[in-house]
């Protein structure tokens, strides 16, 4: 950069007496702001700012000046710096009117229009200024007057910075060719001084080091949740003005950083739970800033039991049985189930669980029998692993349990297949007779056949029967429907003899009952009973063979132990309320005081669960009138479809019988397929 020479001329020159009067008069320099934090040193690459000061103790008014400053470097030429500038300050708070007075008298010429005496360092291109000039419109400096009135000003981007280690002076200079003082005071009533200097003051340029941006909130560890996504922001602050704005890099550890906005981020897994990781992020601007390192933590939150802990089940020993283990995760992570151990010894029997769902299938065998066994189920997030304890009580004996079925949504006017099944139960059963009341308004009962598990196609026991109507006379107590069914393993038929005398498989069906549902309306959405009865201690009773027994053919007969509705609310048997019952047999007929010791006692060793038939509600199956279920009711079609049911019968329904029996309640009296239905319709 090519360097300039100023000169300052004053518009009018001063004419001035010469006399020294009493007192120091100085200029000097008040202050220095020369870019950089050290004494005597001139920053390159920064504006650098010197301010001067007058002192007057002349004992007069000062209203007129002729002061230089010229600018050199050392050696001469050998620096460059951008052109410089004169200012003066406003300081007509002190009662002197500097800045309106002299403004016009303050000025800066380029070198070459004037020729003038070399600075105290001869050479080429030195930067001059000049102060000069007077006003006498206004107030002047009065004595004792001790303020900073001037700035000389290299600006931005000042000096460069292949200067580094050169030097640089400021000192006092003959500006005006005329003058026969370097510097020149008028005062008051033509008086005059000349003002004393301390310079020259000289510099040595320094190139400054970027001050690298500093990280303000590195953390020493930071914590986040596996499942979500994590994300920190980082700031900077700059130390100075070098360079550009900060950026952001990541030097090292898993994620990204955005360079500009310094947020990092990354997306953890499970894996990531538990290890040793850190990110090390660092800045820019001009040059690298220091690096913070962080911690980084992964957080995983382990799975729960909520059900299947803690509880002793009871079962026969050689039958299977299901339980269950529920639990949540707790957080994002998947989880499995499995078994960790089972004691305190080995069952013989099978076991396993399904992983997924928690299920565990315990197939007892005869062996395990009057043993407990506590199974450790664990589950696991692939991280947390949580497990809990219950006990299988195996039994050596385990009551029946025996339950009507309860159906869901059955439809008027049509069949319905209720099954009773044996549920539970250790010993070898020889037998049964049970007795069994309903609602003969709503059920017309119709037969009775078979269970698959005990007869044809399981373990080929050799009777079946069954009765209904009425069953003893026991007035307006008894049930309107009753219904006795019989079976028996074993007959006197030569050598054919049952497979089995219970199926290895339980749940097993006895038998099933095949009732007619009332067509009658008013029965809608209502709940059919169907329950086990009792007029004597011969009512629903097993003839079984006990464990116990080595022979195989000693047979007692249990009875009712417990009596239980379909939905598990509780027991409702009562042993004392006398005959007929729907509350189990009785205990002064079972168990009577003068019973004879020599003959067996009857054994409570069977649990009922009651259950029936649920009538789903008209409006749940389709809409009156919509006999072809096509969803548009009460057109030709279904009319047409209704008067071929009283031509051809049933059999025109094909697409759901007891839908489209529903449907044809078109005058909603709660009567269906009849002719007030059709003429309506």
């Given at each position: 950069m090519k360097r300039y020479s100023f000169f300052l001329t004053l518009a009018t020159m001063l004419v001035l007496s010469f006399g020294?009067?009493?007192?120091?008069?100085?200029?000097?320099?008040?202050?220095?702001?020369?870019?950089?934090?050290?004494?005597?040193?001139?920053?390159?690459?920064?504006?650098?700012?010197?301010?001067?000061?007058?002192?007057?103790?002349?004992?007069?008014?000062?209203?007129?000046?002729?002061?230089?400053?010229?600018?050199y470097s050392l050696p001469e030429s050998s620096v460059t710096w951008a052109p410089i500038f004169l200012d003066t300050l406003d300081i007509s708070g002190t009662g002197a009117g500097w800045k309106t007075r002299y403004d016009f008298g303050v000025f800066i010429y380029p070198d070459s229009t004037l020729a003038i005496p070399p600075p105290p360092t001869t050479g080429m291109g030195r930067d001059t200024v000049g102060i000069g000039g007077f006003n006498n419109s206004g107030p002047g400096f009065e004595n004792g007057f001790d303020a900073s009135v001037v700035t000389v000003t290299i600006p931005a981007p000042g000096i460069p910075d292949q200067f580094d280690g050169g030097t640089i002076c400021i000192d006092s200079t003959v500006y005006d060719p005329n003058a026969q003082n370097a510097w020149l005071w008028g005062l008051t009533g033509g008086g005059s001084a000349i003002p004393a200097w301390d310079g020259p003051h000289c510099y040595t340029i320094f190139k400054v080091p970027d001050i690298p941006a500093v990280i303000t909130n590195c953390q020493a560890t930071l914590d986040f949740d596996h499942c979500v996504m994590a994300m920190?922001?980082?700031?900077?602050?700059?130390?100075?003005?070098?360079?550009?704005?900060?950026?952001?890099?990541?030097?090292?550890?898993?994620?990204?950083?955005?360079?500009?906005?310094?947020?990092?981020?990354?997306s953890p897994s499970l894996a990531d739970v538990g290890t040793s990781q850190s990110i090390e992020v660092?800045?820019?601007?001009?040059?690298?800033?220091?690096?913070?390192?962080?911690?980084?933590?992964?957080?995983?939150?382990?799975?729960?039991?909520?059900?299947?802990?803690?509880?002793?089940?009871?079962?026969?020993?050689g039958?299977?049985?299901?339980?269950?283990?529920?639990?949540?995760?707790?957080?994002?992570?998947?989880?499995?189930?499995?078994?960790?151990?089972?004691?305190?010894?080995?069952?013989?029997?099978?076991?396993?669980?399904?992983?997924?769902?928690?299920?565990?299938?315990?197939?007892?065998?005869?062996?395990d029998g009057d043993k407990q066994f506590v199974f450790t189920v664990c589950v696991t997030d692939g991280n947390a692993t949580v497990c809990c304890e219950t006990t299988i009580d195996v039994l050596v004996t385990e009551p029946y349990e025996v339950a009507i079925e309860k159906t869901h949504r059955t439809a008027q006017g049509g069949h319905e297949l209720v099954c009773v099944t044996l549920d539970k139960g250790s010993e070898q059963?020889?037998?049964?007779?049970?007795?069994?009341?309903?609602?003969?308004?709503?059920?017309?009962?119709?037969?009775?056949?078979?269970?698959?598990?005990?007869?044809?196609?399981?373990?080929g026991w050799e009777y079946f029967n069954y009765r209904y109507g009425a069953s003893g006379n026991c007035g307006n107590a008894c049930p309107s429907g009753q219904l006795r069914v019989v079976g028996i393993a074993e007959t006197n038929n030569g050598a054919t003899h049952p497979a089995c005398y219970k199926p290895d498989q339980l749940p097993a069906e006895m038998f099933c009952l095949d009732f007619l549902v009332t067509a009658d309306q008013t029965f809608e959405c209502q709940y059919v009973p169907i329950r086990f009865y009792w007029y004597d201690?011969?009512?629903?009773?097993i003839s079984f063979n006990p464990s116990e027994d080595i022979t195989g053919?000693?047979?007692?007969?249990?009875?009712?132990?417990?009596?239980?509705?379909?939905?598990?609310?509780?027991?409702?048997?009562?042993?004392?309320?006398?005959?007929?019952?729907?509350?189990?047999?009785?205990?002064?007929?079972?168990?009577?005081?003068?019973?004879?010791?020599?003959?067996?006692?009857?054994?409570?060793?069977?649990?009922?669960?009651?259950?029936?038939?649920?009538?789903?509600?008209?409006?749940?199956?389709d809409d009156r009138g919509d006999i072809n279920l096509n969803n548009v009711a009460n057109e030709v079609a279904d009319a047409v479809l209704f008067t071929n049911y009283f031509i051809y019968g049933i059999g025109v329904f094909t697409i759901?019988?007891?839908?489209?029996?529903?449907?044809?309640?078109?005058?909603?009296?709660g009567l269906t397929l009849s002719v007030a239905d059709l003429v309506y319709l």
């Open positions: 020294l009067a009493n007192g120091q008069n100085d200029v000097y320099l008040s202050g220095a702001s020369t870019g950089y934090s050290g004494p005597d040193t001139v920053a390159t690459g920064r504006a650098v700012v010197w301010t001067f000061a007058f002192r007057n103790n002349s004992g007069s008014e000062l209203i007129a000046s002729n002061n230089g400053f010229v600018l920190y922001d980082f700031d900077a602050q700059d130390q100075d003005t070098i360079g550009g704005p900060p950026t952001f890099a990541l030097l090292n550890g898993p994620g990204s950083i955005d360079a500009g906005t310094g947020v990092w981020s990354y660092t800045t820019f601007s001009a040059t690298q800033g220091a690096s913070c390192i962080v911690a980084l933590s992964f957080t995983n939150v382990a799975p729960s039991f909520t059900d299947g802990c803690n509880v002793t089940i009871p079962i026969g020993k039958n299977p049985l299901n339980f269950d283990f529920d639990a949540v995760s707790n957080d994002c992570d998947p989880i499995s189930y499995s078994i960790s151990g089972v004691g305190p010894t080995e069952p013989v029997g099978s076991y396993s669980i399904n992983a997924s769902t928690g299920l565990v299938t315990f197939n007892t065998d005869d062996a059963m020889w037998g049964f007779d049970f007795l069994i009341a309903y609602d003969a308004s709503a059920l017309s009962f119709q037969i009775a056949l078979e269970g698959a598990d005990l007869y044809a196609n399981g373990c201690c011969g009512d629903n009773t053919f000693e047979q007692r007969l249990a009875i009712s132990r417990a009596v239980i509705d379909f939905d598990l609310v509780g027991d409702v048997s009562n042993p004392n309320v006398g005959y007929p019952t729907a509350q189990g047999a009785q205990d002064a007929d079972c168990f009577p005081a003068d019973a004879d010791p020599e003959k067996p006692a009857p054994v409570r060793f069977i649990d009922f669960i009651n259950g029936g038939i649920d009538i789903v509600c008209v409006d749940d199956i759901n019988i007891q839908g489209q029996i529903a449907a044809t309640d078109v005058n909603a009296d």
